[in-house]
């Protein structure tokens, strides 16, 4: 079977106006697909070269397919389970730098360049003190980065149509400041001169982002049916789910060079990325926090078939628009929407999510994703918001490590799965006892960073839902909610 390249398949070339750190799955599912489909609707007329920002890594394979790579979109889509495939063509070079250094500082030169986009993972926009401009390469993206643009600004003569607009993809809390704050670091340390600071600071614009799309990668236990379903090989083959999601906080000209919006994908290019990060860590992240510990104690196994079920996807929905949206600033329209694609992800027949696999350091994650939502509800509305607080009642009894007699494996901090042992020593299934449980928890300053147990009402609600999950058990205890 002949193997994936532009030989056997027809597609397009287009001027390199991307260079773009990273070949790994997340960024060929997300930022290339997104650029193949401005190309094909509404003639965005760029190519990507792309830099492998590791010493090991798929430049090479990249480069024995031309570029060219499967994607399949696998999910929910206008309401109906759908898996679809296509090959994406935008990248038209990949670059190992560690092998030939010359050849990825020479993109500097090159007039047509653009944007720069990233994912070096979380680590990867990283500041290190070793670093040289002589390097070649920089062990860090951003010193190699900064390299770039300084041959750029050479080059260019510090021209201010050279500059470039920078779209970081990694997962950390305002990325382009954080990077552009390193790369001023090298430009100082390297004593590259007041000129190309300013040039960078005026003329280069970095972006905050945020983006979101599941990328289960390579297909490796299908790839045989995959194979021959499409007919030719293809060693790159990525799998993600329907939904995406890039949140684009940058000056006006951003939306304008980069027409997203104007060909149906979800981008949301704004002057303040917070609501939209704040959004998806209550809607999405909560909505998973908050479905642990009931829907296993209930008896499931999976997300999709905590939807799937009546009682326990009702209580979900309660969780989400009735809790956690009236917590929120965005317009009503707005979260609604996103809900409901929250849902129809959980829903995804495509990608299974184990509810253990998402267990790991719930308190920390009931603290950061859920918590605020309860505190937000209670100054709003003035009164308890009862599924999020059944849900802790629920975290509680999670944390006692048993499931009708089966152990639960839990997955915490040391120091918080001794407080829970500690503490469910001491309860006999008394009211009592129950009580106290749940005033050392909620007291715990350790846990949530304030004493939850000054709240009026919480630690009654609370020791009600636990009394009656460890007493009834969850199936009879989620009914009273």
Same mark, same amino acid.
């Given at each position: 079977?002949?193997?994936?390249?532009?030989?056997?398949?027809?597609?397009?070339?287009?001027?390199?106006?991307?260079?773009?750190?990273?070949?790994?799955?997340?960024?060929?599912?997300?930022?290339?697909?997104?650029?193949?489909?401005?190309?094909?609707?509404?003639?965005?007329?760029?190519?990507?070269?792309?830099?492998?920002?590791?010493?090991?890594?798929?430049?090479?394979?990249?480069?024995?397919?031309?570029?060219?790579?499967?994607?399949?979109?696998?999910?929910?889509?206008?309401?109906?389970?759908?898996?679809?495939?296509?090959?994406?063509?935008?990248?038209?070079?990949?670059?190992?730098?560690?092998?030939?250094?010359?050849?990825?500082?020479?993109?500097?030169?090159?007039?047509?360049?653009?944007?720069?986009?990233?994912?070096?993972?979380?680590?990867?926009?990283?500041?290190?003190?070793?670093?040289?401009?002589?390097?070649?390469?920089?062990?860090?993206?951003?010193?190699?980065?900064?390299?770039?643009?300084?041959?750029?600004?050479?080059?260019?003569?510090?021209?201010?149509?050279?500059?470039?607009?920078?779209?970081?993809?990694?997962?950390?809390?305002?990325?382009?400041?954080?990077?552009?704050?390193?790369?001023?670091?090298?430009?100082?340390?390297?004593?590259?001169?007041?000129?190309?600071?300013?040039?960078?600071?005026?003329?280069?614009?970095?972006?905050?982002?945020?983006?979101?799309?599941?990328?289960?990668?390579?297909?490796?236990?299908?790839?045989?049916?995959?194979?021959?379903?499409?007919?030719?090989?293809?060693?790159?083959?990525?799998?993600?789910?329907?939904?995406?999601?890039?949140?684009?906080?940058?000056?006006?000209?951003?939306?304008?060079?980069?027409?997203?919006?104007?060909?149906?994908?979800?981008?949301?290019?704004?002057?303040?990325?917070?609501?939209?990060?704040?959004?998806?860590?209550?809607?999405?992240?909560?909505?998973?926090?908050?479905?642990?510990?009931?829907?296993?104690?209930?008896?499931?196994?999976?997300?999709?078939?905590?939807?799937?079920? =009546?009682?326990?996807?009702? +209580?979900? $929905?309660?969780?989400?628009?009735? #809790? !956690?949206?009236?917590?929120? %600033?965005? /317009? *009503?329209?707005?979260?609604?929407?996103?809900?409901?694609?929250?849902?129809?992800?959980?829903?995804?027949?495509?990608?299974?999510?184990?509810?253990?696999?998402?267990?790991?350091?719930?308190?920390?994650?009931?603290?950061?994703?859920?918590?605020?939502?309860?505190?937000?509800?209670?100054?709003?509305?003035?009164?308890?918001?009862?599924?999020?607080?059944?849900?802790? =009642?629920?975290?509680?009894? +999670?944390? $006692?490590?048993?499931?009708?007699? #089966? !152990?639960?494996?839990?997955? %915490?901090? /040391? *120091?918080?799965?001794?407080?829970?042992?500690?503490?469910?020593?001491?309860?006999?299934?008394?009211?009592?006892?129950?009580?106290?449980?749940?005033?050392?928890?909620?007291?715990?300053?350790?846990?949530?960073?304030?004493?939850?147990?000054?709240?009026?009402?919480?630690?009654?609600?609370?020791?009600?839902?636990?009394?009656?999950?460890?007493?009834?058990?969850?199936?009879?205890?989620?009914?009273?909610?």
């Amino acid at each position: 079977m002949k193997k994936l390249s532009r030989s056997i398949v027809p597609t397009h070339s287009y001027p390199e106006r991307v260079i773009q750190f990273g070949e790994g799955n997340f960024l060929r599912a997300f930022a290339d697909w997104m650029i193949h489909e401005m190309n094909k609707k509404v003639g965005f007329d760029s190519g990507v070269v792309v830099v492998q920002p590791i010493a090991n890594g798929l430049c090479k394979i990249l480069s024995d397919q031309d570029g060219l790579y499967t994607l399949y979109l696998n999910g929910i889509k206008n309401g109906k389970a759908v898996s679809e495939y296509q090959i994406i063509d935008c990248i038209q070079r990949a670059i190992n730098p560690y092998e030939n250094y010359p050849i990825y500082l020479a993109n500097a030169e090159n007039p047509n360049l653009r944007f720069v986009i990233s994912n070096t993972t979380e680590a990867g926009i990283a500041y290190h003190k070793d670093d040289r401009l002589e390097d070649a390469p920089q062990k860090s993206y951003p010193g190699k980065l900064t390299a770039l643009l300084y041959r750029r600004y050479q080059i260019f003569k510090g021209a201010s149509k050279n500059g470039l607009i920078i779209l970081p993809c990694e997962l950390i809390d305002r990325n382009g400041d954080n990077l552009k704050k390193i790369i001023l670091q090298y430009a100082v340390d390297w004593e590259l001169g007041n000129e190309f600071i300013r040039w960078i600071n005026e003329d280069n614009i970095f972006c905050n982002t945020l983006v979101d799309r599941i990328v289960p990668g390579y297909p490796k236990d299908k790839i045989d049916v995959i194979t021959e379903e499409l007919g030719y090989k293809d060693n790159l083959v990525v799998e993600g789910e329907q939904f995406h999601l890039w949140v684009i906080e940058g000056l006006k000209e951003v939306k304008e060079e980069f027409p997203a919006s104007q060909c149906g994908l979800n981008v949301v290019f704004t002057d303040n990325m917070e609501p939209y990060r704040t959004r998806k860590v209550r809607i999405l992240n909560g909505a998973h926090t908050s479905l642990v510990p009931v829907g296993y104690l209930y008896g499931i196994e999976k997300v999709r078939e905590s939807l799937e079920d =009546a009682v326990v996807g009702r +209580f979900l $929905k309660n969780v989400i628009f009735n #809790e !956690i949206c009236p917590t929120l %600033d965005l /317009p *009503e329209k707005e979260l609604i929407k996103f809900s409901n694609d929250v849902l129809d992800r959980f829903k995804n027949p495509y990608l299974e999510h184990a509810l253990m696999s998402i267990s790991l350091n719930s308190i920390s994650k009931y603290k950061t994703r859920v918590l605020p939502s309860v505190l937000e509800y209670i100054k709003r509305k003035n009164e308890l918001p009862k599924h999020l607080l059944f849900s802790l =009642a629920a975290l509680i009894a +999670f944390y $006692k490590g048993d499931r009708n007699g #089966e !152990i639960i494996n839990l997955a %915490d901090d /040391p *120091e918080v799965l001794d407080f829970f042992k500690s503490q469910w020593s001491q309860v006999d299934g008394s009211e009592k006892s129950i009580a106290k449980i749940v005033n050392s928890v909620l007291s715990n300053t350790n846990l949530w960073g304030i004493n939850l147990a000054k709240i009026k009402g919480m630690e009654i609600e609370i020791a009600s839902a636990l009394d009656a999950i460890i007493n009834k058990g969850m199936k009879k205890a989620i009914l009273n909610v």
